[in-house]
């Protein structure tokens, strides 16, 4: 077998998802590079755990100038691609600069990688770009129908991560997860909303009466599928990542106020979401069959660490989060 990546440089390493990548990544003793902008959504609190285990260089990945010296300086043998805008909410508001970060912000990066013959480059990417799926599930041959402003800039993304793969032989692999969740997620997710909003005795807002169906994936398995696929997959190819574990969104409410003993009538409904998807679900085969990766962490375990970690951090912060 092809020996693993020793020199990563990480895009939205101070992320939710990016900062256990970096985390696993640093522990494994791997040379690693981080890239952010430290947006709203990034925290460098997140790399406490692997300080002094990677560099950190605080860029804008739209920013051809800022990303070309970083790729100078690193010369990176592989990128993992994470950073971007991620929330859909904001996205319907404001979708510019979810093109800007999520589309163009990519292309950025693949000329870059390009430039310093990169050999190999993780897109992440998002089930969202599927669509909704009402029964069944997705695979990765399936057509893109996003429906958000958010999802259609990720889906530019993947088509052009695969276009530079068939005209210049890029060596990109994509790969395409459900709904993340665990410890250091940005509250204004549903289940770290929900979470810090309960511990507070505040009104915890469900779209509609919470049907919408939604695959939940704990997110150190989520990164252990990205260093799997950054190592193995197959270039010029997509890999849905999935739990398998399909929950709707009232009944991931009830399991959060359950687990923090709050009553149900913290709950409230409000008005759906324009374009909302009713529900995600995958088919994650591929990635089993190819690279015998598997989604390891019940939800039940999954959410009780969650719920915990955030009792424990809101209790040191003692205040909002
Ligand atoms: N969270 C999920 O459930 C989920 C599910 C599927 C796919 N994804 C994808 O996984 C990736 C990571 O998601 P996340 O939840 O960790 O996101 P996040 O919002 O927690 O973090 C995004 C990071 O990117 C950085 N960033 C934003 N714009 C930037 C720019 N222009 N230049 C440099 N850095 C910038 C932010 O500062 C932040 O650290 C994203 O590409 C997202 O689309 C997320």
């Known amino acids: 077998m092809r020996k693993k990546i020793s020199k990563i440089l990480v895009t939205g390493g101070a992320g939710f998802i990016g900062s256990e990548f970096v985390r696993q990544a640093a522990s494994q003793g791997r040379k690693v590079f ?3 902008k430290l947006t709203y959504a990034g925290d460098l609190g997140r ?21 070309d010296a970083v790729f100078r300086q690193v010369r990176p043998e592989a990128v993992a691609h994470f950073a971007a805008e991620t929330h859909v909410d904001r996205s319907i508001v404001e979708p510019a600069s979810f093109i800007r970060t999520n589309f163009e912000g990519t292309q950025v990066l693949m000329e870059a990688c390009r430039k310093q013959r990169v050999k190999r480059f993780l897109h992440f990417s998002t089930d969202e770009v599927y669509g909704e799926i009402k029964i069944g599930r997705f695979s990765e041959g399936d057509r893109l ?15 052009l991560v695969q276009a530079y793969f068939r005209t210049y032989g890029f060596p990109g ?9 665990g410890p250091w997620q940005y509250p204004e997710k549903l289940i770290p909303l929900a979470i810090t909003r309960a511990l507070r005795n505040q009104k915890v807002p469900v779209f509609l009466k919470g049907q919408h169906l939604r695959e939940w994936l704990y997110v150190s398995d989520c990164a252990e599928a990205a260093l799997e696929l950054l190592d193995y997959g197959k270039l010029g190819e997509a890999y849905n990542v999935g739990s398998g574990q399909h929950k709707t969104n009232i009944n991931v409410v009830k399991a959060i106020l359950d687990l923090l003993a709050k009553p149900y009538t913290l709950i409230a409904f409000v008005r759906d979401r324009p374009g909302h998807d009713f ?3 995958l088919d994650a085969g591929k990635l089993t069959k190819e690279l015998g ?4 962490t019940k939800f039940s375990e999954g959410l009780r660490a969650t719920v915990c970690w955030y009792v424990n951090y809101c209790g040191k912060k003692k ?3």
Do not use: M, T
């Not at 790399?47 to 990303?67: E, N, T, W």
């Open 319 to 321: 205040q909002h989060i």
């Open 47 to 67: 790399l406490r755990p692997v300080r002094g285990r990677y560099k950190f260089y605080r860029a804008d990945i739209c920013d051809r100038k800022q990303v």
């Open 293 to 296: 990766w598997r989604a390891k």
């Open 279 to 281: 529900r995600y679900a």
């Open 173 to 181: 692999v994509i790969a395409r997860p459900c709904n993340n969740y």
């Open 145 to 159: 129908r996003p429906s958000s402003p958010y999802a259609a800039s990720k889906a530019a993304a993947d088509l």
């Open 34 to 36: 981080v890239i952010d």
